[in-house]
């Protein structure tokens, strides 16, 4: 059976945090490479952080420092700890699972067409 489920999204003023989660079941025998992404309406889908199957941890550079990921393996729930949230963080956050990474000098290069399975999204609105 694979499911991805978010939760935790929600309305926060500008300057909150929000911790939404993503409950993961994949084919993947251990922890999945996972990461989240974003999308806002007529934007194109947005990667915002990963986590290999070892538990090394990338944040894409415009969100690092506010943004984080992290993964409770026991309990197959992924997070994304959200801090000084601005407006033009409001979208539908999405888990992806049993991915795979691109870097480009170093960077990562997120993509959605390198993860195989999605979540349905759990909307986040900054106000």
């Known amino acids: 059976q694979v499911q991805l489920v978010e939760s935790g999204g929600g309305s926060v003023q500008a300057g909150g945090s929000l911790e939404p989660s993503c409950s993961y079941s994949?084919?993947?025998?251990?922890?999945?490479?996972m990461g989240w992404f974003r999308q806002a309406p007529g934007k194109e889908r947005e990667g915002i952080a990963v986590i290999d199957s070892v538990g090394k941890r990338t944040v894409s550079d415009s969100l690092k420092g506010r943004f984080s990921i992290s993964r409770d393996s026991a309990k197959n729930t992924l997070f994304l700890q959200m801090n000084s949230l601005k407006p033009e963080d409001t979208a539908m956050y999405y888990c992806?699972?049993?991915?795979?990474?691109?870097?480009?000098?170093?960077?990562?290069?997120?993509?959605?067409?390198?993860?195989?399975?999605w979540g349905q999204g759990t909307q986040v609105t900054v106000s």
């Open positions: 994949t084919p993947s025998a251990n922890s999945p490479c």
């Open positions: 992806a699972s049993d991915g795979r990474l691109t870097f480009d000098g170093g960077r990562w290069r997120p993509a959605v067409s390198d993860f195989r399975y």
